[in-house]
């Protein structure tokens, strides 16, 4: 399946859309669309993929995407047991970066938003502070009406603009060189990545899933992702292991076999060179942000 041009429905009389959702998960295929996108995870946890980016995401995940860039969010497998219980909550605002007015971003005071809405085309996760004061915010425009909505938006791009606490998410490479068409077999092969990266993948039984060879199959993934397909597997498998060390309730040893790891060393290993640190490191740095 080839990523989806989503079009967005801003409502009646209004210029760009603020929606509220609450599901029983996300699995949203890999999508794209003209306009930009400020989304916040109020409640949930899981996979969140930007360009050629991977990461889990939780409560409180806020990211400006620019138009244009693929993404796609699902949910971690908990979420499709059917508990009432369990739900995703998320609010998200998408606007085209006309919908001021052709001219309206020239305007000299406004340069620093234009500006971020360039970086945004690679993704950006909101951090910090800012994130701090951004989710109120974001609460705050399910309700405004008329040009409050408007002065909102603005207000809230201005202070994304001047904030340091933002991580740029995808490559530049991949933001210059992703071509929409041609890619078919992508949202087969993530779902297929998504529900078996806890067993022993191959390159022939994922090949075989998305029915095409396994050399032809290596440079599809490498073209359209500018990674190899085990870097990705293994994003994927740290990524789930940096969660399941958070939740501080298995070992390290119990982690990396549910992780879909068959060696402590090698996942040891993976995880420092992915992470930058240790999985105790990184339980420990974790724990000791938590009590600030």
């Given amino acids: 399946m080839k990523p989806i041009l989503r079009k967005v429905d801003t409502g009646y009389n209004y210029s760009f859309s603020v929606r509220e959702d609450i599901f029983p998960y996300l699995y949203n295929?890999?999508?794209?669309?003209?306009?930009?996108?400020?989304?916040?995870i109020r409640k949930g946890t899981g996979i969140r993929l930007v360009g050629d980016s991977v990461e889990q995401f939780e409560d409180n995940d806020l990211v400006l995407l620019g138009a244009e860039l693929p993404h796609y969010w699902r949910s971690d497998a908990l979420y499709f047991k059917e508990d009432p219980n369990v739900q995703v909550e998320a609010v998200a605002i998408h606007f085209k970066e006309d919908c001021w007015g052709k001219d309206f971003l020239e305007m000299p005071e406004l340069s620093?938003?234009?500006?971020?809405l360039q970086d945004a085309k690679r993704g950006l996760e909101i951090t910090g502070k800012t994130k701090k004061i951004l989710i109120p915010m974001m609460e705050s425009m399910l309700k405004a009406k008329n040009a409050k909505r408007v002065i909102l938006l603005l207000?809230?791009?201005y202070i994304i603009a001047a904030s340091k606490e933002l991580t740029t998410l995808s490559s530049n490479g991949f933001s210059k060189s992703y071509d929409h068409s041609n890619t078919d077999r992508i949202n087969e092969i993530y779902n297929y990545t998504f529900n078996n990266f806890q067993q022993q993948v191959s390159i022939k039984t994922i090949a075989a899933a998305v029915n095409i060879s396994p050399n032809s199959f290596c440079r599809y993934f490498k073209t359209r992702t500018l990674k190899t397909y085990w870097q990705f597997l293994l994003e994927v498998r740290i990524g789930y292991a940096c969660k399941l060390l958070i939740e501080n309730k298995l070992s390290v040893a119990k982690i990396c076999y549910d992780c879909g790891f068959n060696n402590l060393s090698n996942f040891n290993r993976h995880f420092k060179h992915i992470v930058g640190m240790s999985p105790l490191q990184y339980s420990k740095t974790y724990l000791q942000d938590k009590r600030k």
């Fill in 112 to 116: 620093a938003v234009k500006k971020i």
């Fill in 155 to 157: 207000d809230m791009l």
């Fill in 29 to 40: 295929h890999w999508h794209y669309h003209p306009e930009a996108e400020l989304t916040l």
